[in-house]
T-cell receptor
Framework: KNEVEQSPQNLTAQEGEFITINCSYSVGISALHWLQQHPGGGIVSLFMLSSGKKKHGRLIATINIQEKHSSLHITASHPRDSAVYICAVKGGSEKLVFGKGTKLTVNP | DAGVIQSPRHEVTEMGQEVTLRCKPISGHDYLFWYRQTMMRGLELLIYFNNNVPIDDSGMPEDRFSAKMPNASFSTLKIQPSEPRDSAVYFC???????????FGPGTRLLVL
């Protein structure tokens, strides 16, 4: 079993829909990252969380340390949000362990 | 700042050849990471450095892989000899200090024939 599990693997939505991507992990962590990988391959860090919630524009990330679970929400989704979203966790060192990613397609 | 710079962006080589990937981290960052991404395994950490010193190389697949960081502004990942199963996208990332955001380079797409 992978240490980091994401769901769903693939997600298709219509423009304007509210989107949720989930991440569960099985180890103790010091931080959790959400990354976005564009169709061209570039990777951008969206959030780093160790507790609570963070918001940036239409993106919201939450984490529940007790339940070992994080969610990434996108409000008013847009075709430009189409990308692969990757969850990664950090334990006691700087090493990141990655989920397999969620491929999001937002249709106009 | 120009961000993390990687070269080459694309590399096609034949099995058995030596491949050298290069990375220039963001100036002032003291952590540097090498990752590999494949369809089957997703993103995996190969090795990371702190202040030019290798800290964790447990992700380096085998002795054919080696990484160096001779100074704070340059790192290399070398594969010798290369094999078709090494075909992947190799990312370099850097960060400022413990638990800070990692900034990724554009990646090097390697194809070993």
């Amino acid at each position: 079993k992978n240490e980091v599990e994401q769901s769903p693997q693939n997600l298709t939505a219509q423009e304007g829909e509210f989107i949720t991507i989930n991440c569960s992990y099985s180890v103790g962590i010091s931080a959790l990252h959400w990354l976005q990988q564009h169709p061209g391959g570039g990777i951008v860090s969206l959030f780093m969380l160790s507790s609570g919630k963070k918001k940036h524009g239409r993106l919201i990330a939450t984490i529940n340390i007790q339940e070992k679970h994080s969610s990434l929400h996108i409000t008013a989704s847009h075709p430009r949000d189409s990308a692969v979203y990757i969850c990664a966790v950090k334990g006691g060192s700087e090493k990141l362990v990655f989920g397999k990613g969620t491929k999001l397609t937002v249709n106009p | 700042d120009a961000g993390v710079i990687q070269s080459p962006r694309h590399e096609v080589t034949e099995m058995g050849q030596e491949v050298t990937l290069r990375c220039k981290p963001i100036s002032g960052h003291d952590y540097l990471f090498w990752y590999r991404q494949t369809m089957m395994r997703g993103l995996e950490l190969l090795i990371y450095f702190n202040n030019n010193v290798p800290i964790d190389d447990s992700g380096m697949p085998e002795d054919r892989f080696s990484a160096k960081m001779p100074n704070a502004s340059f790192s290399t990942l070398k594969i010798q000899p290369s094999e078709p199963r090494d075909s992947a996208v190799y990312f370099c990332a850097s960060s400022l200090q413990n638990q800070e955001t990692q900034y990724f380079g554009p990646g090097t797409r390697l194809l070993v024939l």
